[in-house]
């Protein structure tokens, strides 16, 4: 049988009705698992677009690597970790930006914004807040 995944949503309840059909037609000879979560909504291309120009522009006024700003941002949201690659100690960000959501990647696009605040340096305005 495929996997079938439903995003419930309040204005849809034919969604749900669908979903409550699906479970009631199952099988009973073999074992099913059904997860419900909340839905997180997934951080957009434009917003990770952005926040690499945003590491980009940084990075040129204070002379770091766009991967090393990027890095920065990671640390100032999950801190960071001491890990041993081949004998030696390095610190790194914890997390990955990967797994962010929207919420948590706008975040790390404010994070860019406070860490340039603080260093004086003038970021231009979000996209579309013109």
């Known amino acids: 049988m495929a996997t ?3 995003i419930l949503w309040p204005a849809r309840p034919d969604v749900r009705q669908r979903l409550l059909t699906t479970i009631a037609t199952l099988p009973d ?4 698992e059904v997860v419900i979560k909340p839905y997180v909504s997934k951080k957009t291309a434009e917003q990770r677009g952005w926040f690499h120009a945003l590491c980009g522009i940084f990075g040129d ?3 770091l690597t766009k991967g090393q700003v990027k890095e920065i941002a990671k640390a100032q949201l999950f801190g960071w970790e001491k890990i ?3 004998g030696i100690e390095l610190v790194i960000a914890e997390g990955h930006s990967e797994d962010l959501n929207l919420k948590e990647y706008s975040q790390l696009i404010e994070a860019i914004y406070i860490m340039a605040g603080d260093a004086g340096i003038v970021l231009p305005p979000p996209r579309g807040s013109e």
């Open 4 to 6: 079938n995944k439903y």
């Open 29 to 32: 000879d073999k074992t099913w």
């Open 61 to 63: 006024e204070v002379g």
């Open 84 to 86: 041993s690659y081949g």
